[in-house]
């Protein structure tokens, strides 16, 4: 697994709030929780999860300031890219 998926958290909310809720990636709006999405796939693609600003596969370390926020679907794109 490349990524963790999110549970609340104070780092998912500070995070959040210095996103001002936008993905880190493309920067549109993400999904908080799974009510704010009209339809499951909307939410497989949309929901926020942890990005590695530096993937762990690259020496990245999983602390608050190598974690960003991004869509499901931004990260699974990324992938092991900086
Ligand atoms: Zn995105």
């Known amino acids: 697994m490349a990524q963790s998926y999110l549970a609340a958290g104070q780092k998912f909310e500070a995070l959040w709030a210095a996103q001002s809720g936008n993905c880190?990636?493309?920067?549109?709006?993400?999904?908080?929780?799974?009510?704010?999405?009209?339809?499951?796939?909307?939410?497989?693609?949309?929901?926020?999860?942890?990005?590695?600003?530096?993937?762990?596969?690259?020496?990245?370390?999983?602390?608050?300031?190598n974690l960003q926020l991004a869509h499901a679907r931004c990260n699974k794109i990324k992938g092991n890219r900086i």
């Open 24 to 65: 880190a990636l493309c920067g549109e709006r993400m999904l908080r929780n799974r009510f704010a999405a009209p339809h499951a796939r909307v939410w497989a693609k949309q929901r926020a999860t942890y990005d590695h600003i530096i993937p762990r596969s690259k020496g990245g370390k999983d602390t608050a300031e």
